[in-house]
C-alpha cells in the first residue's frame, strides 16, 4: 500500500521557519521524483519545488526562491522541504507528490499558516 505522509506544518509567525517531512512507504522511492504542492484559500494548487529521483537537481516556483530548500534521504525514503523567511502568503496546505512518467502518488497534505 503506497502512503505519503507529511508532517511539520503548523502557525508561524512572519519571518519565521518551519520544515515539512514527507515519509513514504509502499513504491521504489529512489525511483521517483518528489514534489512539494500547496493550495491557498481560494487558489489553486501550485508547484512549489520539485527533485530528482537522484537528489541532483531541483526546481521552485519563482515566489519561493531563496527561501525554501528541497531535499531527499533515499535511505529514509523521505523527502524535505526548509521553509524559511516565511510570509502571509506562503499560508496553504503543502502536499507532497512522487512522480514517475504517468505515475504519481499524493499525501493528505499538512497546514502552513504564516500569521502574527
Known amino acids: 500500500q503506497v502512503q505519503l505522509v507529511e508532517s511539520g506544518g503548523g502557525l508561524v509567525q512572519p519571518g519565521g521557519s518551519l520544515r515539512l517531512s514527507c515519509a513514504t512507504s509502499?513504491?521504489?522511492?529512489?525511483?521517483?521524483?518528489m514534489t512539494w504542492y500547496r493550495q491557498g484559500p481560494g487558489k489553486e494548487r501550485e508547484l512549489v519545488a520539485a527533485?530528482?529521483?537522484?537528489?541532483?537537481?531541483?526546481n521552485y516556483v519563482d515566489s519561493v526562491k531563496g527561501r525554501f530548500t528541497i531535499s531527499r534521504d533515499n535511505a529514509k525514503k523521505t523527502v524535505y522541504l526548509q521553509m524559511n523567511s516565511l510570509k502571509p502568503e506562503d499560508t496553504a496546505v503543502y502536499y507532497c507528490s512522487a512522480v514517475q512518467g504517468a505515475s504519481r502518488y499524493w499525501g493528505q497534505g499538512t497546514q502552513v499558516t504564516v500569521s502574527s
Open positions: 527533485i530528482g529521483n537522484i537528489g541532483g537537481s531541483t
Open positions: 509502499g513504491f521504489t522511492f529512489r525511483n521517483y521524483a
